[in-house]
C-alpha cells in the first residue's frame, strides 16, 4: 500500500538556527522539508555540497528534511571574527664563529688566525703552537676541524591567527610583509584596537617586552637589527568552510642589507 501523502511536494523553508562556537565563529542552520522523497531537495544538498557546506538529510516516502549548516549568516547577522595570539619557540642554527661564549673566550686575532688556518688546511700541531696557550682557540679549531662549524639558537616567533568566515573580506594581513618591526612598532601595531578584533593581550605584551636583546659586533653595528620579520600570510579553509589566516613575525638579529624597515 502507497504512503498516503500530505501536503505539497514543493520545498518548504523553516525558520533556521544561528549557533556561536568561539573555535568555529558563526555558523547557520537551515531546515527544508518537502512532501514525500527527496527529490525536491537534491539540488539545494547539491549547491550546499559544492559550497562547501555540512548537510544531513532524513529521507522519508512520507515527509523528507534537508539540513544545512553553512558559516555564511544571513543578512542582520553579524559576521563573528575571532583573533588568536601565540608566541612560540622557534630555533635556528648559526655559525659556530659568532657564538657568544665563544667571542668572549678567544679574541679577535685568534678568531681570525683560526678562520684562516680552516680554509688553508693548516694541520692541528701548527694551529695549537701559533695559538700557544689560547685552551679555548685551540679546542675551537679542533671543534671546527671534525664539522661542528654551527650551533643552534632559539627564537621567539609571534603568530597570529583571524578565524573568518569563507566569504569574509576582513583582515588581508599583508601590510608590511617582509619588511622589519622594531619591538616598539610591533606593539603599537598589534596593540591597535582599530587594527584587530582582539588585539595582543597584555600578558603577551609583557613577554614581549621583557624579552632580552641581541647587539651585533661593533663593527656591523650599523648593518643589522634586532627586530621581528613580518612574513608572508597563510589562508587555510577549516572545518565548517571557515578560514584561518595566519602571521608570523619572526625575532632575530636582521640584516638591513637585505630587508626594509617597517613603515
Known amino acids: 500500500m502507497d504512503p498516503i501523502i500530505k501536503g505539497t511536494g514543493d520545498i518548504i523553508i523553516?525558520?533556521?538556527?544561528?549557533?556561536?562556537?568561539?573555535?568555529?565563529?558563526?555558523?547557520?542552520?537551515?531546515?527544508?522539508t518537502a512532501a514525500g522523497g527527496d527529490a525536491a531537495l537534491l539540488s539545494v544538498e547539491s549547491v550546499a555540497q559544492l559550497a562547501g557546506w555540512q548537510t544531513r538529510k532524513l529521507v522519508s516516502p512520507v515527509l523528507s528534511e534537508l539540513e544545512v549548516t553553512s558559516p555564511d549568516a544571513p543578512e542582520g547577522i553579524a559576521e563573528i571574527i575571532t583573533d588568536n595570539w601565540q608566541i612560540v619557540g622557534n630555533e635556528v642554527n648559526e655559525s659556530a664563529y659568532y657564538a657568544p661564549p665563544m667571542m668572549s673566550a678567544v679574541s679577535l686575532a685568534n678568531r681570525t688566525f683560526i678562520a684562516d688556518a680552516i680554509k688553508q688546511g693548516t694541520s692541528t700541531d701548527e694551529a695549537v703552537a701559533a695559538l700557544g696557550a689560547d685552551a679555548n682557540g685551540i679546542q675551537f679549531f679542533k671543534e671546527l676541524l671534525k664539522g661542528q662549524d654551527s650551533y643552534a639558537v632559539g627564537q621567539y616567533v609571534l603568530r597570529h591567527t583571524t578565524n573568518c568566515s569563507a566569504s569574509s573580506t576582513y583582515n588581508v594581513s599583508d601590510v608590511n610583509v617582509e619588511r622589519l618591526y622594531t619591538t616598539a612598532q610591533l606593539l603599537a601595531e598589534v596593540t591597535n584596537g582599530s587594527l584587530w578584533i582582539q588585539p595582543l593581550p597584555t600578558r603577551l605584551v609583557t613577554k614581549i617586552g621583557s624579552?632580552?636583546?641581541?647587539?651585533?659586533?661593533?663593527?656591523?653595528?650599523?648593518?643589522?637589527?634586532?627586530?621581528?620579520r613580518k612574513l608572508p600570510s597563510t589562508e587555510t579553509k577549516t572545518v565548517g568552510n571557515r578560514i584561518e589566516i595566519n602571521t608570523d613575525y619572526v625575532l632575530y638579529l636582521w640584516s638591513t642589507l637585505r630587508y626594509y624597515l617597517a613603515v
Do not use: C, H, M
Request: hydrophobic fraction near 35%; charged fraction near 25%; glycine fraction near 6%.
Open 14 to 32: 523553516k525558520p533556521y538556527e544561528v549557533f556561536f562556537d568561539p573555535r568555529r565563529g558563526v555558523s547557520v542552520r537551515y531546515r527544508y
Open 211 to 228: 624579552i632580552y636583546s641581541v647587539t651585533p659586533p661593533d663593527a656591523e653595528a650599523g648593518f643589522y637589527l634586532w627586530s621581528w
